[in-house]
C-alpha cells in the first residue's frame, strides 16, 4: 500500500492557505502608535518577521518606523525557510541589514548566521544556564550608561539561553546548516506557522525560569525577547528565589511591537 503522507500534507496546505488567507497578519496595524507615557522609553520592537519563508509577515522595511530607539530582535530574514535559490540573497539582506542597524540588529536562529561571516564575530560575553553563550551580536542593553539594575533592559532574540531545546550542539546545527528549504518542508513550516500563535499563548515555565536567571547574571530587571511567537505581548513580573530580586520577563509577538519602558 503506498504512503498517502504527501497528499495528506498537501490537502492540509490547502486548509491552511485558505485559512491563512482570511486572517489578518499580526501586528499590521501597529505601524502608528501614540505614547501613552511621555516619561518612558518608547521602543519599537521588531521580530520574526521571517521574510522570504512561505509564513513570512506581510509588511515591508518601508512599513517599519526606524529610529534610534527601532530595535531588530532576530529572525527578520528567514535563511533557513528560504527557498534554495533564495539563499545567497537572504544572506545580503541580513548583511544590508546589519550595515544599517548597527547593533540595533540582533541575530536569530533562522538567520544562519554561521555561514554568513559578517554576523559571525564578536566575543562571547554570557555563559548560559543551558549551556549556551551569548556573544556581542546576540543581545543589546539599554539603557547602556545606566549602572542601575533597575534601569537596564535586555533585549535578544531568544534561542540562545532561554529556549531549552537550544544547547551548544543544537545552536551549532542551526549555525552551519546549509540553509533552504524545500517544497514539502516549506509548506510543513507553514501549515505549523497558521496555528502556532493561536496555540502559544505564553512561553513555557523553563523559558521564564531561564529568562529571569539570564536577567540576574546581566544585573538587569527587565528582559524583552521574540522567538516564541506568542499571538500578543505577554507582559508579567516574577521573584529570583535566589536573590530575591523581581524581573519583568516580556515576549513580544511577530512583527512590530511598540512597549514603553
Known amino acids: 500500500m503506498k504512503k498517502k503522507y504527501p497528499i495528506i500534507i498537501v490537502m ?35 521580530t520574526d518577521t521571517h521574510w522570504y519563508a512561505p509564513y513570512g509577515l506581510k509588511i515591508t522595511p518601508q512599513d517599519i518606523p526606524d529610529g534610534d530607539n527601532t530595535l531588530y530582535l532576530g529572525d527578520i530574514y528567514d535563511a533557513y ?23 540595533r540588529y540582533l541575530r536569530g536562529n533562522h538567520e ?4 554568513n561571516t559578517f554576523l559571525d564575530q564578536g566575543n562571547e560575553q554570557v555563559q548560559c544556564p543551558n549551556g549556551a553563550s551569548l556573544s556581542a551580536l546576540d543581545y543589546t542593553m539599554r539603557p547602556r550608561a545606566s549602572q542601575n539594575p533597575q534601569e537596564r533592559i535586555l533585549f535578544l532574540h531568544g534561542h540562545k539561553c532561554i529556549d531549552p531545546h537550544y544547547d551548544p550542539a543544537t545552536i551549532k546545527k542551526w549555525e552551519t546548516a546549509t540553509g533552504g528549504s524545500g517544497g514539502l518542508k516549506r509548506l510543513g513550516l507553514q501549515i505549523a506557522n497558521v496555528f502556532r500563535p493561536i496555540v502559544t499563548k505564553r512561553p513555557t515555565a523553563q523559558e521564564i525560569t531561564n529568562a529571569i536567571r539570564l536577567a540576574v547574571a546581566m544585573h538587569c530587571r527587565t528582559i524583552v525577547f521574540g522567538h516564541t511567537h506568542v499571538g ?22 511577530r512583527g512590530i511591537s511598540h512597549l514603553e519602558l
Open 12 to 46: 492540509l496546505g490547502v486548509v491552511v492557505w485558505l485559512v491563512g488567507a482570511g486572517c489578518p497578519q499580526q501586528n499590521v496595524g501597529l505601524r502608528s502608535y501614540t505614547v501613552k507615557d511621555p516619561t518612558k522609553t518608547h521602543y519599537i520592537v521588531v
Open 81 to 103: 525557510s528560504a527557498k534554495k535559490r533564495d539563499v545567497k540573497e537572504v544572506f545580503e539582506k541580513i548583511r544590508q541589514l546589519k550595515l544599517a542597524k548597527g547593533e
Open 112 to 115: 544562519l548566521s554561521g555561514l
Open 232 to 253: 500578543k505581548v505577554f507582559d508579567t513580573q516574577f521573584q529570583e528565589q535566589k536573590s530575591g530580586a523581581t524581573i519583568r520577563v516580556m515576549t513580544v509577538p
